[in-house]
């Protein structure tokens, strides 16, 4: 079965800076565009980042842009979501999903990393 297992998370100081990586399994990796999403308490999941399935063009959400930079070795089957400048409000947990279709929604899902910025 699919597998995505986020790691890296953690405590962070403001203005720090985070590596995230999610490890896939159970499916061809390089024909799936990876992304990355995050849910704060008692908000709803929104979109990080996100990158084809062979590299290239990525999307970021605004709000991270010239911040994080969303990465992937398609030998490793790994994404990376590497993050600096952390604010407190990216307090969250950080989930990495994968989709079969260029566009549209995301097929499976890892279980999440928590990412706490303190101020």
């Known amino acids: 079965q699919v597998q995505l297992v986020e790691s890296g998370g953690g405590l962070v100081q403001a203005g720090g800076s985070l590596r995230l990586s999610c490890a896939a399994s159970?499916?061809?990796?390089?024909?799936?565009?990876m992304g990355w999403f995050r849910q704060a308490p008692g908000k709803e999941r929104e979109f990080v980042s996100a990158i084809r399935s062979r590299g290239g063009r990525t999307d970021y959400t605004d709000s991270v842009k010239g911040r994080f930079t969303i990465s992937r070795d398609n030998d490793k089957n790994t994404v990376y979501l590497q993050m600096f400048s952390l604010k407190p409000e990216e307090t969250a947990v950080y989930y990495c999903?994968?989709?079969?279709?260029?566009?549209?929604?995301?097929?499976?899902w890892g279980q999440g990393t928590q990412v706490t910025v303190s101020s």
């Open positions: 999903a994968a989709a079969w279709n260029m566009y549209g929604g995301f097929d499976y």
């Open positions: 159970g499916l061809t990796f390089s024909r799936y565009r």
